[in-house]
């Protein structure tokens, strides 16, 4: 059983940035992949950014490339999401999230889920 705890969610202006943390507990952390995904009001939560086992392969949604950074430290069981240039649209409850298998980002193959920290973005 994996454990999941978000932080560093906040209120920031448009153009701002925040880092958000997420701390895994059980299982072997440096064994799986990680993802970020997103839920605003009304709409489908959806994947952000994932990141493999090692760190060495990263993905991301079209409309965050350039903007956000997925790593991890498997020494910390931490993964992280540097957001730059924050749009108002980047609104929303920000979850953590293991695979059942690989780097698949479909909701269906999420085995884990943290609780969610919320990002609001003001114009």
């Known amino acids: 059983q994996v454990q999941l705890v978000e932080s560093g969610g906040g209120l920031v202006q448009a153009g701002g940035s925040l880092r958000l943390s997420c701390a895994a507990s059980?299982?072997?952390?440096?064994?799986?992949?990680m993802g970020w995904f997103r839920q605003a009001p009304g709409k489908e939560r959806e994947f952000v950014a994932g990141?493999?086992?090692?760190?060495?392969?990263?993905y991301y949604r079209d409309s965050v490339k350039g903007r956000f950074t997925i790593s991890r430290d498997n020494a910390k069981n931490t993964v992280y999401l540097q957001m730059n240039s924050l749009k108002p649209e980047d609104t929303a409850l920000y979850y953590c999230?293991?695979?059942?298998?690989?780097?698949?980002?479909?909701?269906?193959?999420?085995?884990?889920w943290g609780q969610g920290t919320q990002v609001t973005v003001s114009s």
């Open positions: 999230a293991v695979p059942r298998v690989g780097t698949s980002w479909s909701l269906r193959n999420i085995n884990y």
């Open positions: 059980g299982g072997t952390f440096s064994s799986y992949a």
């Open positions: 990141i493999n086992w090692s760190g060495g392969s990263t």
